[in-house]
T-cell receptor, first 114, second 112 residues
Framework: GEDVEQSLFLSVREGDSSVINCTYT??????LYWYKQEPGAGLQLLTY?????DMKQDQRLTVLLNKKDKHLSLRIADTQTGDSAIYFC??????????????FGKGTSLLVTP | DAGITQSPRHKVTETGTPVTLRCHQT?????MYWYRQDPGHGLRLIHY???????DKGEVSDGYSVSRSKTEDFLLTLESATSSQTSVYFC???????????FGPGTRLTVT
């Protein structure tokens, strides 16, 4: 599919907020997802947002969606060293040609320093 | 992890040999997917299934085939492995009631 764009790297200090940005491709995407991947591990679903929402909050995570600009962001409050990982943005590609499979960005590597 | 297991977890094989990877789920989800993850490419869809015996191709399906004879099992076969198929392979399911998509732990395949 077309590219979902994410910046490749982000470095923050422990205790600060992290903001990971994503630009997706399909304005008709119904659901947008954020996944976390630690080294050598699988993908952990962090949160997802329905396209008719502007914001979703879940504990330390806040997702903001700007449909007009096709921009999605993930904010992590009070970032901890355990949050160091790769974060993937993904859009649902719909039913007709992919059975709701996901189109992923290349991932943002978050490094949290003490 | 939505009850998803993958086997084997690691495999080294030689060019030209057939390889089958297995994905097993315990919760009767209808939709199952195979992705591959490569540096610089994120995850890309290989094949997907929307029910027993119902499968279709994804973005990078060349060199791969799949089968789904039971709801719980989705098999990915490399008929004749090539070095370009060295990758980490992830299986995923879609939970229809919540639209959440969960991934298995992955299989690291090396083709020498």
């Amino acid at each position: 599919g077309e590219d979902v764009e994410q910046s490749l790297f982000l470095s923050v200090r422990e205790g600060d907020s992290s903001v990971i940005n994503c630009t997706y491709t399909d304005s008709s995407s119904t659901y947008l997802y954020w996944y976390k991947q630690e080294p050598g591990a699988g993908l952990q679903l962090l949160t997802y947002i329905f396209s008719n929402m502007d914001m979703k909050q879940d504990q330390r995570l806040t997702v903001l969606l700007n449909k007009k600009d096709k921009h999605l962001s993930l904010r992590i409050a009070d970032t901890q060293t355990g949050d160091s990982a790769i974060y993937f943005c993904a859009e649902s590609m719909g039913y007709s040609n992919s059975g709701y499979a996901l189109n992923f960005g290349k991932g943002t590597s978050l490094l949290v320093t003490p | 992890d939505a009850g998803i297991t993958q086997s084997p977890r690691h495999k080294v094989t030689e060019t030209g040999t057939p390889v089958t990877l297995r994905c097993h789920q315990t919760e009767n989800h209808r939709y199952m997917y195979w992705y591959r993850q490569d540096p610089g490419h994120g995850l890309r869809l290989i094949h997907y299934s929307y029910g027993v015996k119902d499968t279709d191709k994804g973005e990078v399906s060349d060199g791969y085939s799949v089968s789904r004879s039971k709801t719980e099992d989705f098999l990915l076969t490399l008929e004749s492995a090539t070095s370009s198929q060295t990758s980490v392979y992830f299986c995923a399911i879609r939970a229809e009631s919540s639209y959440e998509q969960y991934f298995g732990p992955g299989t690291r395949l090396t083709v020498t």
